[in-house]
């Protein structure tokens, strides 16, 4: 069973950086598509919203909300992937979650092809 633990959360102010890191502890990466999403404690009730994947071919996408400020990017021989994450706002504030979805795929086809999830991590910003 695959295991993906997340790591960097914490309290930071507005305008500040954050890396968040994940780590799947059996087996490789190598060849998934690896993403973050991210749960809002103003929408509980919400599906988990997409933040950023990476294609196993160097595609990287990203939600709006983020596209300019944060960066993700992997590391297959560390099993990893990071979350970079500048010029932090309020509304950033959340739960991140970094997920995985299926292996070897032609092509991303948008964030719904996630099956595996970490713990999440939380992100807490400041004004």
């Known amino acids: 069973q695959v295991q993906l633990v997340e790591s960097g959360g914490g309290l930071v102010q507005a305008g500040d950086s954050l890396r968040l890191s994940c780590v799947q502890s059996v087996g490789t990466l190598n060849g998934y598509l690896m993403g973050w999403f991210r749960q809002s404690p103003e929408a509980p009730g919400k599906e988990r919203e997409f933040v950023a994947a990476t294609h196993w071919r160097g595609g990287t996408y990203y939600s709006d909300s983020v596209k300019g400020r944060f960066i993700i990017s992997r590391d297959n021989d560390k099993n990893t992937v990071v979350l970079w994450m500048n010029s932090l706002k309020p509304e950033d504030t959340a739960v991140y979650y970094c997920?995985?979805?299926?292996?070897?795929?032609?092509?991303?086809?948008?964030?719904?092809?996630?099956?595996?999830w970490g713990q999440g991590t939380q992100v807490t910003v400041s004004s």
């Open positions: 997920a995985r979805g299926s292996r070897w795929l032609a092509a991303y086809n948008g964030p719904t092809e996630f099956t595996s």
